[in-house]
């Protein structure tokens, strides 16, 4: 009985699910280094930053785990700027992190819901009450699409009294290995914005 039970233990032990470390960042003085990557995977990085003497910053790219370590970095041509706000979405897995430069509070709106349906019903627009956003779209095993817009701008579709500034997904662009444009939002898509005027980030999982 004592045999079974040994048994037992070690079976669950061996198909139990794997436990995935927590994604998060860290940081040296020209890097952005995302850890706990799924092995062998992609990461989705959106940055925007302000640098010395008031010029903008703004990343956008998908980084490969080409050694399999779980780590994805985000190599800059210029050092990491002090006041930033840094999003990762791993591309498999849809987790994400997001977070200021060391010493620096990123600070989150309050965004529930990002996505909209068009005159037709069609879930396609993405719609924030903000003046300007960056944006990722991830479709967590299929691809990533980004767009930056205005108030007032050829991308934006508000009316000039609303207070939100919405955007129509197929104005994305596809990033990295994404093949083809986006047409509509779908359950589980991740959304990550970032407010550039106000330094104010949102990341959204639509349907959730």
Same mark, same amino acid.
């Given at each position: 009985?004592?045999?079974?039970?040994?048994? %037992?233990?070690? &079976?669950?032990?061996?198909?139990?699910?794997?436990?995935?470390?927590?994604?998060?960042?860290?940081? *040296?003085? *020209?890097?952005?280094?995302? *850890?706990?990557? *799924?092995? !062998? !995977?992609?990461?989705?990085?959106?940055?925007? !930053?302000? #640098? +010395?003497?008031?010029?903008?910053?703004?990343?956008?790219? /998908?980084?490969?785990?080409?050694? =399999?370590?779980?780590?994805?970095?985000?190599?800059?041509?210029?050092?990491?700027?002090?006041?930033?706000?840094?999003?990762?979405?791993?591309?498999?897995?849809? #987790?994400?992190?997001? @977070?200021?430069? +060391?010493?620096?509070?990123? @600070? +989150?709106?309050? &965004?529930?819901?990002?996505?909209?349906?068009?005159?037709?019903?069609?879930?396609?627009?993405?719609?924030?009450? /903000?003046?300007?956003?960056?944006? &990722?779209?991830?479709?967590?095993?299929?691809?990533?699409?980004?767009?930056?817009?205005?108030?007032?701008?050829?991308?934006? #579709?508000?009316? +000039?009294?609303? =207070? @939100? &500034?919405?955007?129509?997904?197929?104005?994305?662009?596809?990033?990295?290995?994404?093949?083809?444009?986006?047409?509509?939002?779908?359950?589980?898509?991740?959304?990550?914005? %970032?407010?550039?005027?106000?330094?104010?980030?949102?990341?959204?999982?639509?349907?959730?």
């Amino acid at each position: 009985m004592k045999r079974i039970s040994v048994c %037992i233990v070690v &079976l669950c032990a061996f198909f139990a699910p794997r436990a995935f470390a927590a994604l998060t960042l860290r940081f *040296t003085d *020209t890097s952005v280094i995302a *850890t706990g990557v *799924t092995a !062998g !995977g992609s990461v989705a990085f959106l940055a925007t !930053g302000r #640098e +010395p003497a008031s010029r903008w910053m703004r990343e956008a790219a /998908v980084i490969s785990d080409h050694d =399999r370590n779980g780590e994805a970095a985000l190599e800059l041509a210029r050092v990491v700027p002090r006041a930033a706000i840094w999003i990762a979405v791993d591309m498999t897995s849809g #987790e994400w992190v997001a @977070q200021g430069s +060391p010493g620096y509070e990123a @600070q +989150p709106m309050s &965004l529930r819901e990002i996505a909209k349906h068009d005159s037709g019903g069609q879930l396609r627009k993405l719609a924030a009450a /903000v003046s300007e956003m960056d944006v &990722l779209l991830v479709r967590p095993g299929e691809g990533v699409w980004r767009l930056y817009a205005a108030r007032t701008s050829a991308f934006d #579709e508000s009316g +000039p009294d609303e =207070r @939100q &500034l919405r955007i129509d997904v197929d104005r994305m662009t596809p990033m990295g290995d994404t093949a083809g444009a986006v047409h509509t939002v779908r359950p589980r898509d991740i959304v990550a914005l %970032i407010d550039p005027v106000e330094m104010r980030y949102a990341v959204v999982e639509v349907g959730r």
